[in-house]
């Protein structure tokens, strides 16, 4: 539950997030999160007024299909990062979260030392409904977690669908968890993903398991062989790794580190944060324009009245379109 907007003190609230208070973290991204109007524009106002304390943080997206451990592998990375010195600051892209209330909910038990640290905070995703929304929301609280002192965040998606390509669009670093397969079949690779990806760790290198995880590893080495990477000055290595053992961890961060100093060195990195930041300019406008739409009441009447003639064949979807934009006018 969120105050009303009279009561909400904007420039306390930057203050206390800027000293570290993670109640005041917490009560800025529900802020960010309202779909009240009143709300949204006071949040805008907090993110303008913090953004020269953002930008300084490693910013990873880390993807994965349901059941290679991403909860895990965030556990013990985070955990290691947090004995490293590091602030570490958790948030899920979950576009079921409409539905199901997110998945990391649940993934909190699953992250039980992370979750017990003082530096370190996890957040579930809004449930907007949509993933432009879900995301957009995602953006802002990462930008928050910054300026709020957190050094490193970490992206979580469900790894199905456009979530990846939304993740991928808010990080400098996209991290794509593998299960080891089965021999030197290249089944279950997803090329797109494996277009994203800046590096692909093999779960589950441990006992039995490793001999296959080493193959599965040569198996992703050779598919992006093939492949051209996003960045010349970097070709995404594939490591194996067991968050159950907690081992290879160090050498998986390691490699984080090499990446973002390859794109210090390259001027890559500074591209690829602008870029994202003109990606998100376009989300947020395509989000406005969707909200009033549904919020104005002649707007929307006017709507449902095209809407109807589309649906019993009276009108094009192109020229449906084309009044609905003359509505925006």
Request: one cysteine or more.
């Amino acid at each position: 539950m969120i105050a009303s907007s009279k009561s909400i003190d904007i420039a306390s609230l930057a203050r206390d997030l800027r000293a570290g208070s993670r109640a005041a973290l917490a009560r800025a991204i529900t802020l960010v999160e309202s779909r009240r109007g009143d709300h949204q524009a006071l949040a805008r106002e907090l993110v303008q007024m913090l953004l020269p304390d953002t930008g300084k943080a490693v910013r990873v997206g880390i993807t994965g299909s349901p059941g290679v451990g991403k909860s895990t592998t965030i556990d013990v990375l985070g955990t290691y990062l947090i004995e490293q010195g590091s602030k570490v600051a958790v948030l899920a892209v979950d576009p079921s979260s409409a539905r199901s209330g997110g998945s990391i909910l649940g993934d909190k038990t699953r992250m039980a030392r992370l979750s017990a640290s003082g530096d370190a905070f996890i957040r579930p995703s809004p449930a907007s409904g949509t993933l432009g929304g879900v995301a957009a929301k995602t953006r802002e609280a990462m930008l928050l977690c910054e300026a709020a002192g957190f050094d490193v965040v970490l992206v979580e998606t469900v790894g199905i669908g456009q979530s990846e390509t939304a993740v991928c669009d808010m990080t400098d670093f996209f991290l794509a968890l593998m299960l080891p397969g089965g021999g030197d079949e290249l089944q279950g690779i997803k090329k797109g993903l494996v277009e994203l990806a800046d590096m692909i760790a093999i779960n589950k290198a441990d006992g039995d398991n490793l001999k296959r995880a080493n193959i599965t590893a040569a198996d992703y080495r050779g598919a992006l062989h093939i492949l051209t990477p996003r960045s010349e000055h970097w070709h995404p290595p594939v490591v194996t790794y067991s968050a159950l053992a907690g081992t290879g961890i160090a050498e998986l961060w390691q490699k984080v580190l090499d990446h973002r100093k390859a794109m210090n060195a390259s001027g890559d990195f500074g591209a690829r944060r602008r870029e994202q930041q003109v990606k998100w300019m376009w989300s947020m406008l395509e989000q406005r324009m969707l909200a009033r739409l549904r919020s104005e009441a002649s707007v929307r009447t006017k709507v449902r009245k095209i809407e109807a003639d589309v649906a019993e064949g009276h009108l094009t979807p192109a020229l449906a379109a084309e009044q609905i934009l003359e509505l925006l006018q």
